[in-house]
């Protein structure tokens, strides 16, 4: 089986992801470009373990980073631990096979590239895809499958702590679907609620809303990222929520660019 590690800003996420691209199981640790590979190893085995895998299970490793720092311990991980070289997402072997059309395509995290081609193989026309992660980002996806571009807004929890930051007397609250449907906050804590998570409603609505516009074709819109449910119940937008597309375009892109495995 395939382990699919992708290293975001907040969190990394190991995968296992058989030959059809089902993933059989996946486990959460917080980013930290300091944790060594050897730090790693006795986490990850421990939990393959626990799941009633081992070492020899794992035929092939694929990252996808947007943490340049974390990288090297995660190469040394696969190279000593599990006895592969692994692919890197965007590079050598496992170069993009969408076109990237956008004015500076090596900018591109990879993430977004990894979202765009899971979208376009599962997904037919033109796509936006939302990922709720620490910044949340719209991605413009072609009915041939390239990346057009997209916006960067701030993560919701990203918004919140900047609003408890700057202003002392604001208690800390947890980011959830208001129970109350109106927008009035009767105490503070409910006017917080109302402000973050209506506003970031709002946004959402609004973004793409503009987009839709501004690609004037018939747009499938796609959520994902660990927040993404959060808001479904609230906003008729999204028209399907995928909640692990990211691991989904690592998959994709090792069969690709190891066709034996």
Request: charged share 20%; glycine share 8%; hydrophobic share 45%.
């Amino acid at each position: 089986m395939l382990l699919a590690i992708d290293a975001g800003n907040t969190n990394l996420v190991f995968a296992l992801v058989d030959e059809e691209h089902r993933i059989r199981t996946r486990w959460r640790i917080a980013t930290d470009p300091r944790r060594t590979a050897d730090e790693y190893a006795v986490w990850l085995h421990q939990l393959l373990e626990l799941e009633g895998y081992g070492r020899p299970d794992v035929t092939g490793v694929i990252i996808g980073t947007v943490v340049p720092r974390a990288l090297h311990n995660l190469e040394v991980l696969a190279t000593k631990y599990f006895g592969h070289q692994p692919l890197v997402a965007g590079q050598g072997a496992a170069e993009w096979p969408i076109a990237l059309d956008v004015d500076e395509p090596h900018n591109v995290g990879a993430d977004r590239a990894l979202n765009a081609i899971a979208a376009h193989a599962k997904y037919p026309g033109e796509l936006v895809v939302i990922d709720f992660g620490t910044a949340t980002t719209f991605d413009v996806v072609a009915s041939d499958g390239a990346y057009r571009g997209g916006i960067i807004a701030p993560g919701i929890n990203l918004s919140l702590d900047a609003l408890v930051a700057a202003a002392a007397k604001l208690p800390r609250i947890a980011i959830e679907a208001p129970d109350d449907p109106h927008v009035i906050g009767r105490t503070t804590q409910s006017q917080m609620l109302s402000g973050i998570y209506w506003g970031y409603v709002a946004m959402i609505e609004g973004l793409v809303a503009r987009l839709k516009t501004e690609v004037a074709l018939p747009v499938t819109v796609i959520a994902t990222g660990g927040l993404a449910t959060l808001f479904d119940a609230n906003t008729d937008v999204f028209d399907a929520i995928e909640p692990d597309l990211t691991i989904q375009g690592l998959s994709l892109l090792y069969r690709r660019s190891v066709p034996a495995a």
